[in-house]
């Protein structure tokens, strides 16, 4: 090996591996007898879809920028390595058009977006739409980026309405605080809202829930004048100090009584160090009122994972397990489900909660081994080689819970109240989906599924194979 002279350059001893046709095969074969290991199948009853990118893993926002979409590559490598894509309908997403872009975002942006090139961020915004500065950088391909995973999430969503799919997953997404004409908190294009769109030109009602640990300011934003979407954020609150300081608990929505939108933003903001019993308890609590009411037909779940402890930017001590009970329980109320992505800057244990909270979706949860596979890629950039590690473990801050019994009573006896001026009527007329979100015929379906059995040797082995398919007798 020869080494550069050139101090800047960083050589390696030895190369990094190149994975070889026969080094995947084997990947594939150990998934396989993971899956059967770990019972998992098909669910009976519904179908799950996960719809991905791999090219949306590729882009950087820069060394010392906390988002890192290489999270994804370790979130699917997880998935992957136990075989639970196997119990998956998988599907690789195309990237949104610029008119399905357009359903929220303004031409501006969009033009803005599409066009400039890319530059070193400065400490604050010195573009127009809030971009430029650290937050939110120019890098290479943004414009791609931006409409590969709004592209996932939009076909997330038609699959729910096309009944393809009863839970459609997309841990690209997730992107909350995007404004229709404003880059914010890391956020481009909120691909939330979105999706949220094409529901609502099915759905009646949706619910939509954050448990992000910042507030979902821009959903609840571009909906605030619908009785249509009810949003839920739980969240940690601070104005002053903690982005994006908006979210308390007496912001309710509009304050005019005659807008529609008026008492459909709830909020719950909570203090450092909330854990597994305060946030599940106070969770399903809060759901389960606002489902009652609401009444909604459809449910969007961001489950962004820096309210994990020992996020980098988190102040919370949730765990794996007490992140993953909150998708257990929407799942539970059998109501079509998007769940997507969001926040989350320390990437093991973003991969850890989407891959535990994926198990949970598909229904195999109860019977997973967690301790990660050895075939794992990356597997010892896991540090812990368990899905689920202990605060002690993840080395955290030791944070006291500042949330009370009685503050988190107050919380639910507010929103109690709040929920009262909720009707589960919708303001607007129901009309037939739109062509454009038929999607294609089944008899087309049948078509391009045939096809591909015929012409893909592997995905017919699969298929006869039956791995992740539950046999009848």
């Given at each position: 090996?020869?080494?550069?002279?050139?101090?800047?350059?960083?050589?390696?001893?030895?190369?990094?591996?190149?994975?070889?046709?026969?080094?995947?095969?084997?990947?594939?074969?150990?998934?396989?007898?993971?899956?059967?290991?770990?019972?998992?199948?098909?669910?009976?009853?519904?179908?799950?879809?996960?719809?991905?990118?791999?090219?949306?893993?590729?882009?950087?926002?820069?060394?010392?920028?906390?988002?890192?979409?290489?999270?994804?590559?370790?979130?699917?490598?997880?998935?992957?390595?136990?075989?639970?894509?196997?119990?998956?309908?998988?599907?690789?997403?195309r990237q949104a058009t610029r008119e399905e872009?357009?359903?929220?975002?303004?031409?501006?942006?969009?033009?803005?977006?599409?066009?400039?090139?890319?530059?070193?961020?400065?400490?604050?915004?010195?573009?127009?739409?809030?971009?430029?500065?650290?937050?939110?950088?120019?890098?290479?391909?943004?414009?791609?980026?931006?409409?590969?995973?709004?592209?996932?999430?939009?076909?997330?969503?038609?699959?729910?309405?096309?009944?393809?799919?009863?839970?459609?997953?997309?841990?690209?997404?997730?992107?909350?605080?995007?404004?229709?004409?404003?880059?914010?908190?890391?956020?481009?294009?909120?691909?939330?809202?979105?999706?949220?769109?094409?529901?609502?030109?099915?759905?009646?009602?949706?619910?939509?829930i954050d448990i992000d640990v910042h507030h979902?300011?821009?959903?609840?934003?571009?909906?605030?004048?619908?009785?249509?979407?009810?949003?839920?954020?739980?969240?940690?609150?601070?104005?002053?100090?903690?982005?994006?300081?908006?979210?308390?608990?007496?912001?309710?929505?509009?304050?005019?009584?005659?807008?529609?939108?008026?008492?459909?933003?709830?909020?719950?903001?909570?203090?450092?160090?909330?854990?597994?019993?305060?946030?599940?308890?106070?969770?399903?609590?809060?759901?389960?009122?606002?489902?009652?009411?609401?009444?909604?037909?459809?449910?969007?779940?961001?489950?962004?994972?820096?309210?994990?402890?020992?996020?980098?930017?988190?102040?919370?001590?949730?765990?794996?397990?007490?992140?993953?009970?909150?998708?257990?329980?929407?799942?539970?109320?059998?109501?079509?489900?998007?769940?997507?992505?969001?926040?989350?800057?320390?990437?093991?244990?973003?991969?850890?909660?989407?891959?535990?909270?994926?198990?949970?979706?598909?229904?195999?949860?109860?019977?997973?081994?967690?301790?990660?596979?050895?075939?794992?890629?990356?597997?010892?950039?896991?540090?812990?080689?368990?899905l689920f590690p202990t605060l002690e473990e993840?080395?955290?801050?030791?944070?006291?819970?500042?949330?009370?019994?009685?503050?988190?009573?107050?919380?639910?006896?507010?929103?109690?109240?709040?929920?009262?001026?909720?009707?589960?009527?919708?303001?607007?007329?129901?009309?037939?989906?739109?062509?454009?979100?038929?999607?294609?015929?089944?008899?087309?379906?049948?078509?391009?599924?045939?096809?591909?059995?015929?012409?893909?040797?592997?995905?017919?082995?699969?298929?006869?194979?039956?791995?992740?398919?539950?046999?009848?007798?």
């Amino acid at each position: 090996m020869v080494f550069s002279s050139d101090s800047i350059v960083k050589e390696y001893a030895i190369p990094l591996p190149i994975q070889t046709t026969n080094d995947n095969i084997g990947f594939l074969l150990a998934a396989q007898d993971e899956a059967i290991r770990n019972g998992i199948k098909r669910p009976k009853g519904y179908k799950v879809s996960w719809h991905l990118n791999p090219e949306i893993e590729k882009h950087h926002f820069g060394r010392n920028h906390p988002m890192k979409p290489w999270r994804l590559t370790l979130a699917k490598g997880v998935i992957m390595s136990y075989g639970m894509n196997y119990a998956m309908d998988s599907y690789n997403s195309r990237q949104a058009t610029r008119e399905e872009l357009a359903d929220f975002h303004s031409s501006d942006y969009l033009d803005f977006l599409q066009s400039v090139l890319p530059r070193e961020p400065v400490p604050f915004p010195d573009l127009p739409h809030n971009l430029g500065g650290e937050d939110c950088p120019i890098f290479e391909g943004i414009f791609d980026y931006c409409s590969m995973y709004a592209g996932a999430s939009i076909d997330a969503a038609r699959k729910l309405i096309n009944n393809e799919s009863d839970i459609a997953v997309n841990w690209s997404g997730g992107l909350h605080h995007a404004k229709k004409a404003e880059a914010s908190g890391f956020c481009y294009m909120n691909d939330i809202v979105l999706a949220i769109l094409q529901l609502l030109r099915h759905h009646p009602r949706v619910l939509y829930i954050d448990i992000d640990v910042h507030h979902g300011d821009g959903v609840e934003e571009a909906f605030m004048s619908t009785d249509r979407v009810l949003t839920v954020s739980f969240h940690k609150y601070d104005r002053e100090v903690f982005f994006p300081g908006t979210g308390p608990l007496e912001s309710t929505g509009p304050e005019i009584e005659t807008n529609p939108g008026a008492h459909h933003a709830i909020n719950v903001p909570l203090n450092d160090g909330i854990d597994d019993e305060s946030y599940t308890w106070l969770f399903k609590t809060i759901i389960q009122s606002c489902v009652d009411r609401f009444q909604p037909s459809a449910i969007v779940l961001q489950c962004g994972a820096d309210s994990l402890a020992g996020d980098r930017l988190g102040p919370f001590n949730l765990q794996v397990q007490g992140h993953g009970a909150c998708v257990a329980f929407c799942k539970s109320l059998r109501l079509p489900l998007l769940l997507v992505g969001g926040g989350g800057y320390t990437p093991r244990n973003v991969a850890r909660a989407w891959a535990n909270e994926t198990s949970i979706a598909i229904g195999c949860d109860a019977t997973l081994d967690p301790t990660l596979p050895l075939h794992t890629p990356y597997r010892s950039h896991f540090r812990q080689t368990t899905l689920f590690p202990t605060l002690e473990e993840l080395h955290c801050d030791s944070r006291a819970n500042k949330n009370t019994p009685k503050r988190l009573q107050e919380i639910v006896s507010h929103i109690t109240d709040q929920l009262r001026f909720v009707t589960h009527a919708p303001s607007v007329q129901m009309r037939e989906i739109p062509p454009d979100l038929g999607g294609l015929r089944e008899e087309v379906e049948d078509e391009i599924r045939d096809d591909r059995e015929a012409g893909d040797e592997v995905f017919r082995k699969e298929k006869e194979e039956a791995i992740g398919t539950a046999m009848e007798l």
